[in-house]
């Protein structure tokens, strides 16, 4: 079962991923093993890689469509207001007897968060739930590799139709390894690219990586040491903003949002990168993954904002 709201017109984003519904508690003492610990709020809020990815663009004016699976339930209803509240185009499909993804949150007093995830292996969205116009009638692609078979085949269908591919990936899932040659813009959480090249320099790893899959870029997000991406050509390294944190979560997403918005834009990469660095910043400023701020508040941050230093890398090249 599927929602179908104009499925055939075009868009300027689609995303093929995860949506998951957070339910965030922020601690004041962060637990230790065998111990108790009081909490005193719990707040429920709409999240998931792809799904936050896809909001952000759609609240900076692109034209969105997301693609998932969920439950029958009252947290299915949550995220259709969501999407429908943004006017982003929700392809759903349904699982009557499934449970909708959740995730239970845990932020310390510095804002960092463990998430503890809890995902019915009846809502794996497989291939065949995808309708090939889904992808086609789009400008670019979105994934997070979670549900991987059915990333893979969005992701083959869009390269057949010479649309670019960005990808959110942090774990080898099984299969990746075929998502991956169908990617164009991996941009990985920090210790992936090692992971997965067994190589312990971040540099060297990305290198190897762009080599073996043949990405346009190959990048890792770097907490508060911003963004690391290799070209094919040279490394470039954007800064992150300091902010006052709150909370962590869904910063990877909105960093994920901000490249695409940059490169939708049709701007250099360095400004692609920048505009990411400070719209996840923001992100982190309020509660939950949608803690999305205006264009205007993102590009005051770029003009004005204080930044970390640069890390040193592992080659002791200092990128500044």
């Keep these: 079962m599927t929602n179908s709201p104009q499925a055939e017109s075009k868009v300027d984003l689609v995303g093929v991923g995860l ?6 508690v922020p601690l004041a003492v962060y637990p230790t093993l065998g111990s108790k610990v009081e909490y005193r709020t719990a707040t429920i809020l709409p999240g998931g890689q792809v799904a936050s990815t896809v909001m952000a663009c759609q609240q900076w004016g692109l034209k969105t469509r997301y693609v998932g699976k969920l439950g029958n339930d009252s947290f299915a209803k949550l995220h259709q207001a969501a999407f429908s509240g943004a006017g982003v185009e929700a392809q759903i499909i349904t699982a009557p007897e499934g449970s909708s993804p959740q995730s239970i949150i845990l932020v310390d007093p510095n804002g960092e968060r463990t998430v503890l995830c809890q995902r019915d292996p009846r809502l794996l969205l497989q291939p065949g ?26 992701a083959q269908w869009a390269r057949a139709a010479g649309i670019p591919v960005i990808a959110d990936i942090d774990e080898a899932y099984t299969g990746v390894e075929l998502l991956l040659e169908n990617v164009d813009y991996m941009i ?9 090249m067994q190589e312990p320099s971040l540099e060297a790893a990305l290198r ?5 899959y ?13 963004v690391l991406a290799w070209d094919g050509h040279e490394f470039h390294h954007a800064r992150a903003y300091r902010v006052p944190v709150v909370d962590t979560t869904g910063a990877g997403d909105t960093f994920h949002a ?26 982190c400023t309020g509660q939950g993954a949608r803690h999305i701020q205006s264009l205007e508040t993102i590009e005051k941050l770029i003009a004005v904002g204080d930044r970390y230093p640069a890390p040193v890398l592992t080659n002791s090249t200092i990128f500044v």
């Design 19 to 24: 949506n998951a519904t957070d339910m965030l």
């Design 129 to 154: 739930e995808l309708r090939r116009e889904w992808i086609e009638n789009a400008r670019a692609l979105h994934v997070d590799g979670f549900e991987t078979a059915a990333a893979t085949q969005a």
């Design 188 to 196: 990985a959480s920090r210790d992936f690219p090692c992971r997965l």
């Design 208 to 212: 190897k990586m762009h080599e073996r």
């Design 258 to 283: 901000g490249f695409i918005y940059g490169f939708m834009r049709g701007w250099p990469l360095q400004r692609q990168l920048d505009f990411a660095c400070a719209a996840a910043a923001l992100n």
């Design 214 to 226: 043949g990405h346009s870029l190959s990048a890792a997000t770097l907490g508060e040491e911003g």
